[in-house]
């Protein structure tokens, strides 16, 4: 079956420990890019990767790192996560970067004490 | 599953009648107007899209109408259904940066029998 899965789904963390969640997709996409999403404020861009090691900024990308050495994987770090990072994050994939179809995970919810 | 706690403007909507939702876009550059639906629990998923050349552009049982002039976008969903039920997003692109997606708050429709 064609999908993004997104690891893990519900994370509980304390300030200032490092985590990584990750995001794996099998449609052979070139495009992949990591969302969050708060009350009342829609889904928020955090980085965003048009192709293997190429990764790129979206709106709000402090406190947040990624990488793509592969196709399929895209994780998201936080290397010292804060309160103002706990939040519902959603990762997507599409054909290519010119593609409006993206493909969403289930999501992951963390929470950061 | 997963959803965001809700602020959301709402839209309450009788089966089978035909719903209207509206966002308005500040970028007068974006090439491209998306609509996402998010069913609770679950990642956005495309629904259609128009390009900035167009007004109008059909799918099944949904209509996109673009007016650059006032910079807004509607949503129009025929006959709708319980299934319909959802949060829906419009997202715009610019030409400057494909890889860049930005979200609207999102309208909460609700179907009643």
């Known amino acids: 079956e064609a999908q993004v899965t997104q690891n893990p789904r519900y994370l509980i963390t304390v300030t200032g420990k490092k985590l990584t969640v990750t995001c794996s997709q099998n449609?052979?996409?070139?495009?992949m890019s990591w969302y969050r999403q708060d009350p009342g404020l829609g889904l928020r861009q955090i980085y965003y990767s048009m192709n293997v090691e190429v990764t790129d900024k979206g709106d709000v990308p402090e406190g947040y790192k990624v990488s793509r050495k592969e196709k399929r994987n895209f994780p998201l770090i936080l290397e010292s996560p804060s309160p103002n990072q706990t939040s519902l994050y959603f990762c997507a994939s599409s054909l290519t970067g010119a593609s409006n179809e993206q493909f969403f995970g289930p999501g992951t919810r963390l929470t950061v004490l | 599953g997963e959803s965001v706690g809700l602020h959301l403007p709402t839209l309450s909507v009788q089966e089978g009648d035909n719903s209207i939702i509206n966002c308005a876009y500040s970028?007068?550059?974006?090439?491209?107007f998306i609509w996402y639906k998010q069913e609770s629990g679950k990642g956005p998923q495309f629904i259609i899209d128009?390009?900035?050349?167009?007004d109008k552009r059909q799918g099944q049982r949904v209509t996109v109408l673009l007016n650059k002039t006032v910079k807004h976008l509607s949503l129009q969903i025929a006959a709708t259904q319980p299934g319909d039920s959802a949060v829906y997003f419009c997202?715009?692109?610019?030409?400057?940066?494909?890889?860049?997606?930005?979200f609207g708050a999102g309208t909460q429709v609700v179907v009643t029998p």
């Open positions: 997202a715009e692109r610019g030409t400057d940066s494909w890889g860049k997606l930005q």
């Open positions: 128009i390009r900035s050349n167009m």
């Open positions: 970028n007068s550059a974006s090439d491209y």
């Open positions: 449609m052979n996409h070139e495009y």
